[in-house]
């Protein structure tokens, strides 16, 4: 069982900054950014895994950096030049046992969301 907290949203205006961070219990093969908007289908924003392999979705891509903190198991989500379409909650997930990517198989562990507003 792992336990994931993340925390650093808020409110920017358009085109701000925010880091977003994800603190797991233990350790973890993968750890997923994801949002959602209320009605919507959440949405895979990045991922990345225990070497420091990464991914993002297009929407993600040339602004938002994920990385590993020196801090044992944190996590970050650097998001720049944010949107308004960019405001939802957004989740830390993880996974703990192998698999040869960070995309396909489904995340075990969820944490409670932070909250991301953009104003325009």
């Known amino acids: 069982q792992v336990q994931l907290v993340e925390s650093g949203g808020g409110s920017v205006q358009a085109g701000g900054s925010l880091r977003l961070s994800c603190v797991a219990s233990?350790?973890?093969?993968?750890i997923g950014w994801f949002r959602q908007v209320l009605g919507k289908e959440r949405e895979r924003v990045a991922t990345i895994r225990h070497d420091g392999w990464a991914t993002y979705a297009d929407s993600a891509k040339g602004r938002f950096t994920v990385s590993k903190g020196n801090a044992k198991n944190t996590r970050y989500l650097q998001m720049n030049s944010l949107q308004p379409e960019d405001t939802a909650m957004y989740y830390c997930?993880?996974?703990?046992?192998?698999?040869?990517?960070?995309?396909?198989?489904?995340?075990?562990?969820w944490g409670r969301g932070t909250q991301v507003t953009v104003s325009s």
């Open positions: 997930a993880a996974f703990t046992s192998w698999a040869p990517d960070c995309v396909t198989r489904a995340y075990d562990y």
């Open positions: 233990g350790y973890t093969h993968c």
